[in-house]
């Protein structure tokens, strides 16, 4: 029985790694995707951090966008929801999924690939966002260890949310729906203490704001970096204790998501 167990689980990760190696190979056949996703970060820095940075005040003080870094490291974290929901929706409308399904490989690998790859693609992401952090004046301030762990938690969030994505491809009609469904990521994100301080908001915005998981990453990723902005006075939990509510965020997702998204892989097309 243990060798059985043992042996699907190898043939499952094989087969994994030989469809992570297809997504990524997809993204060399097509550069101006990746250019144009490499680019966005830089965009969103000069963007909130020039434009709008000399309106805003941090709290306590400090640089705009030493405060600002953290919370764009969350908002590329979270497009991996997104990326792979469009990714997923458009394999499943090309016949792709049916084809999968119809060869002889692990049928849990489909998902696994996905989600896989687009944690590998999101490390030169964070890269360019790191480097264009760094151009502007961002600096983490506590050191190696607490800012390898700030790192690790958005990998870890974006794993969990790259699952979330698969399941939205999957449960699609057609890629055309999740394209239109691209536009809300952005209030979903703006909805959070990324860009601006949430005391000054209404009650019940704030309420959303301070319990929504992008808070979280950015509030731990401030913690962790040490730089400007850390909430203070009666704080929602996710905002006290920033760094165990990403992982508990993560953990959920995945318990949620993963068998969710098994079972629509294996009952697409039926």
Excluded: C
């Excluded at 997809?26 to 820095?45: S, T």
């Excluded at 151009?135 to 938690?153: C, K, Q, S, Y």
């Excluded at 301070?210 to 909430?231: I, K, M, Q």
């Amino acid at each position: 029985m243990t060798d059985l167990i043992g042996g699907r689980l190898r043939w499952t990760f094989t087969d994994g790694l030989t469809l992570v190696g297809r997504e990524l190979g997809r993204l060399r056949q097509d550069p101006g995707e990746l250019i144009a996703a490499l680019m966005f970060p830089v965009v969103m820095v000069v963007l909130f951090g020039y434009v709008f940075g000399s309106a805003i005040q941090v709290p306590g003080g400090g640089d705009y966008r030493e405060y600002l870094m953290p919370g764009l490291f969350s908002m590329v974290t979270f497009s991996a929801a997104m990326g792979v929901t469009q990714r997923v929706a458009a394999d499943a409308a090309r016949g792709v999924m049916d084809r999968f399904r119809s060869m002889p490989m692990a049928r849990s690998a489909v998902p696994f690939g996905q989600t896989g790859a687009d944690s590998l693609a999101g490390l030169p992401l964070l890269a360019v966002m790191v480097g264009a952090g760094l151009l502007v004046g961002w600096r983490p301030h506590r050191g190696l260890i607490p800012t390898a762990e700030a790192f690790l938690l958005m990998l870890l969030l974006r794993y969990a949310l790259s699952w979330v994505g698969v399941h939205l491809g999957l449960v699609m009609k057609n890629d055309q729906i999740a394209n239109a469904m691209v536009p809300l990521f952005l209030p979903f994100t703006m909805l959070s203490n990324s860009f601006v301080p949430t005391d000054g908001m209404p009650g019940w915005l704030r309420f959303l704001s301070d319990w929504n998981p992008v808070s979280a990453l950015t509030a731990a990723s401030r913690e962790l970096f040490g730089n400007p902005g850390a909430p203070s006075g009666n704080m929602a939990w996710p905002l006290a204790h920033p760094v165990t509510a990403v992982r508990l965020w993560s953990a959920a997702l995945l318990v949620i998501f993963v068998p969710l998204s098994l079972r629509a892989f294996m009952r697409r097309g039926r």
